[in-house]
């Protein structure tokens, strides 16, 4: 069969890798793509958010499945678009995908159908918005923009004081355009953070390898949220908070969307915050996460395909659950100097050459461009995406650490504390 992979980051690199090595797979294609999976599939000049180009380039391809990575084509309605042209599309439609594509229908979701997660207060109006923050107990509050911001729409503050300034940002200076054009209060929770990521066609329901991700761009967590600096997986919870995720978050979210019209198909990834009072959900996004894909492919001994097929076409019930690698996989990402704040691009990248990749070691090309003739470029805040296998935690931090010291870009930057904590 002929496949497309739509994105052109380290999830979608990390995709490329996996679904190539499925016998099913005769030719695959990655729109746009990156110098990383030009290596696995040839190249499409269409940008991830064409969706007519897309459509169009499936329906003359005979494309016989379209995987799509990042949530902006998803949120836009891919799927729908590649349904009417009767292309099979992986992922969910535009309905279903605004679950991740706004936070507050997402929150007010969760409140409908009492899934559990922080208080939240909405606000439009600044002076509203303000007036609350007045009025409230003092303490720590974490203010989100509404909208897709690729994870940097998220500020975790401290007093009042913070998160007016946090308001400011989202509806004076609009830092995130249309996306902060509301903003999301929450209740401040605490306790270890986890990703979940569960594969359903809207009936069966596939929870994947829990796995985490490192959000801020420093050790110990400083620093402000980026995308994500680095994943370990799996990561150990308790069998009572596993079932509690489950019965009260991750099976009612599914159900909750089936009841109220938006029929879920594809990858749903949920934030949690596992805190004393049980698992709360901090965000939902409506696709694998970006570096989580990374370690857990790696960890995935089935076959993707047809998982993504039988999905796709609504019939996840007759697959055999997914065969996961026993081990440890880590994944740090080295960005670029200044991210998740302003960057250089167009820095040479070496070293790559030097790393002996294999089925236990791949170096994944997030923000990366060739230039004609061959040197390869920074060309994004995220540059690679180092992940590694190992018998425990500790093995498989020195494989992907022992990666990182061979690469090198001027201003290069990685998190060291990566899965440190087991
Ligand atoms: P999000 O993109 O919504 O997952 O938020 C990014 C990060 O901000 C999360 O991974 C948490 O570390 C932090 N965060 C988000 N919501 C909350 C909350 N309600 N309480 C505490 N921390 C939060
Ligand atoms: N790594 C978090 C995300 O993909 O949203």
Known sequence: MKVLVVGSGGREHALCWKIRQSPLVQKLYCAP????????????DLAADDLAGLVR??????????VVGPEAPLCRGIVDEFQKHKRLCFGPNKAAAEIEGS????????????????????????????SFLDNREPGPIVVKAAGLAAGKGVTVCRNSEEAKAAVVECLERRRFGDAGDTVVFEEFLEGPEVSLITLTDGQTIVP????????AVFDGDQGPNTGGMG????????????????????FPTVHALNREGRRYQGFLYAGLMLTNQGPRVLEYNCRLGDPETQPLLLRLCSDLVPLLLATAEGKLEAQQAPVWDPRVAVCVVACS???????KKGLPVFGLDRVATGPDLQVFHAGTAQRPGGDLLTAGGRVLAVTALGDDAAAARQRAYAALQQLEFH????????????
């Not at 100097?337 to 960057?343: I, R, S, T, V």
Request: charged fraction near 25%.
């Open 33 to 44: 793509g990156n110098p990383g999976t030009a290596a696995l599939a040839d190249p499409v």
């Open 208 to 215: 994947l390898e829990p796995a985490r991700d490192h959000k």
């Open 337 to 343: 100097g200044g991210y998740p704040g302003e960057f």
């Open 231 to 250: 994943v370990i997986t799996p990561v150990a919870i308790l069998p009572r908070m596993r079932a509690q995720i489950e019965s009260q978050i991750v």
């Open 103 to 130: 936070k507050a229908f997402a929150r007010e979701l969760c409140r409908r159908h009492r899934i559990p997660g922080p208080g939240f207060w909405v606000y439009t109006d600044h002076q509203q918005a303000k």
């Open 57 to 66: 380039f499936a329906v003359a391809e005979k494309i016989d499945l379209t």
């Open 411 to 422: 201003g290069m930057h990685y998190r060291p504390d990566i899965g440190a904590k087991g």
